[in-house]
């Protein structure tokens, strides 16, 4: 594995663990979300953060496992 493969890995299940993190928090420390949304300010910052770590760190962690797969195919 080249070392610019392993930090697109790393820096992927960062950014994608963040974001998991924050929304299961919002269901299990912010008291959950209704129709309208979160219920505490709290929650509204951990949805806003999973909603732009989730699909930020989905791309780049796709992009590490598809050049993962280059690095090993050669």
Do not use: E
Not at 24 to 52: C, D, E, K, Y
């Amino acid at each position: 594995m080249q070392p610019d493969t392993r930090k697109l890995l790393r820096t992927g299940i960062g950014i994608f663990g963040t974001g998991v993190i924050c929304a299961g928090s919002i269901f299990l420390f912010f008291g959950g979300v209704s129709r309208m949304g979160p219920h505490t300010n709290g929650g509204w910052l951990a949805l806003v953060i999973a909603m732009g770590c989730l699909p930020t760190g989905t791309l780049s962690l796709l992009l590490a496992l598809m050049k993962l797969y280059a690095d090993r195919r050669r």
